[in-house]
């Protein structure tokens, strides 16, 4: 478990939140599989709320403001200078989509597009620093960056964040693994930044990975709950991993640890 209460390392996936079609669906889907308290509401807000577990902040969900407004989970990567790091993205072939703005006294965010195609927010922290939980089941345990433009996203996020990078491709994919702060993308990586595979149609977009106990008994769920699988469990080097969306179509990932999956392997054998 990774537990925190300060802002974290710029450049790290700090913060991720839902719009919801539904607000109500999603608070009972998203109660239901991870077991979070919601808490929030407030109409100066726009009625977002936040999820717990074990008390820390896990991540958001709040109902779409408009009907253009697209069902999505987005990742925030922490930033020191919101309005500096907007003027950096638009001068390394990004797009600053929503400009920097206060949320009250809890932060200032903007939201971008990278060369690839994917949206994601900038977060500087105020009195709201980010997850205050990771790595636990029901929070955030991995994020990645996806596109059709691999070599392009990555010199993006280099120019941009500063991130080091490790090679992790093989036969058939292209991916990379990134650290943050001058740390290994070796022995300490944040997230990973990957190409598509050709003839998969599937949009640019940063995935979230929440851990789980078990990824196929989760998966399971995710159906009971009203949502959908996108790609059924698999094992990687990493853990058994499933690709889900929630009744509303916010795609989203499930991972199990090799760890825990050895662990629920020992206890039913």
Request: aromatic fraction near 10%; charge should be negative; proline fraction near 6%.
């Amino acid at each position: 478990m990774v537990t925190r209460n300060t802002p974290w390392p710029a450049g790290t996936p700090c913060w991720v939140d839902v719009t919801a079609a539904d607000i109500g669906a999603a608070r009972l889907f998203y109660e239901g599989l991870f077991g979070w308290q919601l808490e929030g509401g407030a109409a100066e807000f726009g009625g977002y709320l936040t999820a717990t577990k074990e008390g820390r902040s896990a991540a958001g969900l709040y109902p779409k403001m408009a009907e253009e407004q697209p069902v999505a989970w987005v990742t925030y990567l922490a930033v020191e200078d919101a309005d500096a790091m907007a003027a950096a993205i638009s001068e390394h072939g990004g797009q600053v989509i929503s400009p920097p703005m206060d949320v009250g006294d809890m932060g200032r965010m903007a939201v971008a597009v990278d060369p690839g195609g994917a949206v994601f927010g900038l977060w500087q922290a105020g009195s709201h620093t980010g997850f205050g939980i990771a790595n636990e089941p029901g929070s955030l345990i991995w994020e990645e960056n996806m596109s059709h433009s691999w070599e392009a996203n990555k010199q993006f996020y280099v120019d941009v964040f500063g991130y080091g990078l490790a090679d992790m491709s093989g036969d058939g994919f292209k991916y990379a693994a990134f650290a943050v702060g001058g740390g290994s993308a070796e022995t300490a990586p944040v997230g990973g930044i990957g190409q598509i595979a050709e003839g998969d149609d599937s949009p640019p977009a940063w995935l979230n990975y929440f851990a789980v106990d078990n990824t196929d008994e989760s998966t399971d769920e995710v159906v009971k709950l009203g949502g959908n699988v996108v790609r059924p469990p698999l094992d990687t080097p990493y853990g058994r991993m499933a690709v889900v969306s929630d009744p509303g179509g916010a795609v989203f990932a499930l991972m199990a640890t090799a760890a825990a999956d050895e662990a629920a392997e020992t206890a039913s054998s």
